[in-house]
């Protein structure tokens, strides 16, 4: 088929977690895919939504896109989000040479 460039089409074997917790007013059910693609930085999917971001420790900082990407409908509960993901995402020093 000669419409596509292939791009990449790799193979890889990762570690996947899934995590379930709730705040004082939510319940989050979260899929964490770690793998050496994009670079370095872990896929953290909702389970509820199928919303899904390439998030590392870094990314944490930013509530305000945590709050966009998983349609949460307060600052605070993004807060909640980003402090138990900080614990358990790594910081990717590899992915601020393409910030």
């Given at each position: 088929m000669d419409l596509f460039d292939k791009l990449y089409d790799e193979d890889e074997t990762v570690k996947v977690r899934f995590v379930g917790f709730t705040?004082?007013?939510?319940?989050?059910?979260?899929?964490?895919i770690y793998?050496?693609?994009?670079?370095?930085?872990p896929l953290?999917?909702?389970?509820q939504?199928?919303?899904?971001?390439?998030?590392?420790?870094a990314d944490l900082k930013n509530t305000d896109n945590i709050q966009k990407?998983?349609?949460i409908s307060?600052?605070?509960?993004?807060e909640?989000?980003?402090?138990?993901?900080?614990?358990?995402?790594p910081f990717s020093?590899?992915?601020?040479?393409y910030d």
């Open positions: 705040t004082e007013n939510v319940r989050y059910d979260f899929g964490v793998t050496n693609m994009f670079f370095g930085k953290v999917v909702c389970m939504t199928g919303r899904s971001t390439l998030m590392d420790a990407v998983f349609r307060s600052k605070q509960e993004a909640d989000l980003s402090a138990f993901f900080e614990e358990s995402l020093p590899i992915a601020e040479q």
